[in-house]
C-alpha cells in the first residue's frame, strides 16, 4: 500500500492540510474526508464532533482509505 497514487496523494493532502491548519482546515472538508483525515491524525474529538464512533468511522472511511490510514499517519509523524 506504500504505491502512492491519486486517492493516496487526495487523502494524504487533506491530512497534511488539517494537521497544519487544525480544526479550522479540516471543517471545510467532505464528511468522508473529515472521517479519514480524523483517524489518520487520531482525533477522536473531531470524530465524535461528527457522531462517530472509531467503528463507525473506519466503514464511513471504506476499504480502501482506511487500508492507507497508517501509511499515511507514518509519512506525516516522519514529516
Known sequence: M???N????????????AKRG?????AV????????VALVLNRFDWLTEQGYTIAEAIER??????A????IARQLADE
Open 2 to 4: 506504500c504505491e502512492r
Open 6 to 17: 491519486p486517492r493516496y496523494e487526495h487523502l494524504f493532502r487533506k491530512s497534511q492540510d
Open 22 to 26: 487544525g480544526h479550522d482546515a479540516w
Open 29 to 36: 472538508h467532505s464528511t468522508g474526508e473529515k472521517v479519514a
Open 61 to 66: 472511511a471504506g476499504p480502501e482509505w482506511a
Open 68 to 71: 492507507m490510514i497508517p501509511h
